[in-house]
């Protein structure tokens, strides 16, 4: 690292931030370490050019979005799970709420989760996240309207516990 001055630097005071977005977006610690690992690749490979232009965490964000929809495209519709379907047992108590809202995020399809995550995690606008994905903005909308219903009609179905849910 020592031939790229200021990307230790980066890996060093960014990591924390990135792992926490790769959270949000894989639902899962070590998916996210994945992709933060696989973009800080990525960025090291363009650090002499990403430097000198915009922010090398922008870079990095896009890359790790980009990335986590690369991968869903290959499983397109692999559903890993812990327990057999007939299982699941969705019962949340109150001092769960907030766990049971990151359960029902992360059922949702990648693409659908990435929208969401980007639009209210990351507070972008619908033509960046377009940008981010690759997709357009009127995907972006539909995909944000599909994973909202679908987290309404689960967090409805769910016991009545979730009435203050955010």
């Known amino acids: ?17 990135l792992l926490r977005y790769g959270y949000v977006l894989t639902g899962n610690p070590h998916d996210a370490a994945d992709l933060v690992q696989e973009a800080l690749i990525r960025l090291r490979g363009a650090w002499p050019r990403v430097r000198r232009k915009d ?3 922008s870079y990095a964000r896009t890359t790790m979005a ?3 929809i690369s991968v869903w495209r290959r499983r397109r519709r692999e559903h890993l799970t812990g327990e057999p379907p007939d299982r699941v047992h969705h019962e949340v108590f109150p001092a769960d709420e907030e766990q049971g809202l990151w ?24 033509a ?4 981010v994905l690759g997709i357009s903005a009127g995907t972006v909308r539909s995909q944000a309207f599909r994973g909202l219903d679908k987290l309404r009609t689960s967090l409805s179905s769910a016991p009545a516990t979730h009435g203050s849910m955010r």
Not at 5 to 12: R, W
């Open 1 to 17: 690292m020592d031939d790229e001055p200021g990307f230790g630097e980066f890996v060093a005071e960014q990591t924390e931030a």
């Open 55 to 57: 922010s090398p965490h």
């Open 66 to 68: 980009r990335l986590h």
């Open 103 to 126: 359960e029902e995020l992360a059922a949702l399809p990648r693409r659908q989760r990435a929208v969401l995550v980007l639009r209210y995690y990351e507070q972008l606008s619908d």
């Open 128 to 131: 960046e996240i377009a940008k």
